[in-house]
């Protein structure tokens, strides 16, 4: 129940594509869905977040969609570039309690834009 | 601001040797986490400290894993013996309170045990 599952496992898009990225949960307390990129060597970074609340967000080529009803929320890459090329981490946060703040992460999609 | 520091960014072992891995959270954060990364289970939450104070530390393996935290500007993550199924990324990460939103993470450490 505490697991996020996260799919595809790699994708690769076309400059200029949309890419998507598809994650699923369990546990309907979980209080907030933030995405990470992580770019080779480095460690994750904090790219959009949403909360359970609201459809969708928007920060300038990204989107997450939110699905509350079927426990699914989604990343949308718009314009996709070849400085896209990262591996991408969903994650929800469980809620308060005794392990407050504590994110559980998808295993990682690793994005592949094609010049 | 520099970030989370870590050290050393690489560390090659043999088996059954210590290893000490070492963390600098950002200036005024007050929540520490040690996460390990590997291609099979993806990113693991070892154990997290508030205000120095390990609050949660059920994802740590085994007793061969151990954590401190003794002061706000200091952490240690050591492994005690080494095994090469140790073998990962090991990322620290530090947020300014417990529970907010943000987590920021170091460059990770990889550790490779022969």
């Known amino acids: 129940q505490q697991q996020v599952k996260q799919s595809p496992q790699s994708l690769i898009v076309q400059k200029g594509g949309i890419s998507i990225i598809n994650c699923a949960y369990e546990n309907t307390a979980f209080d907030y869905f933030p995405w990470y990129q992580q770019f080779p060597g480095k460690g994750p970074a904090l790219l959009i977040a949403i909360r359970p609340d609201v459809s969708e967000k928007k920060e300038g080529r990204f989107t997450i969609s939110f699905n509350k009803s079927a426990k699914q929320f989604s990343l949308h890459i718009m314009d996709s570039q070849p400085g896209d090329s990262a591996t991408y981490f969903c994650a929800a946060r469980k809620p308060y309690g005794g392990s407050q703040g504590n994110l559980i992460f998808g295993k990682g999609t690793k994005l592949s834009v094609k010049p | 601001d520099a970030g989370v520091i870590q050290s050393p960014r690489h560390e090659v072992t043999e088996m059954g040797q210590e290893v000490t891995l070492r963390c600098k959270p950002i200036s005024g954060h007050n929540s520490l986490f040690w996460y390990r990364q590997t291609m099979m289970r993806g990113l693991e939450l070892l154990i997290y400290f508030n205000n120095n104070v390990p609050i949660d530390d059920s994802g740590m393996p085994e007793d061969r894993f151990s954590a401190k935290m003794p002061n706000a500007s200091f952490s240690t993550l050591k492994i005690q013996p080494s095994e090469p199924r140790d073998s990962a990324v090991y990322f620290c990460?530090?947020?300014?309170?417990?529970?907010?939103?943000?987590?920021?993470f170091g460059p990770g450490t990889r550790l490779t045990v022969t």
């Open positions: 990460a530090s947020s300014p309170y417990e529970g907010a939103h943000e987590q920021y």
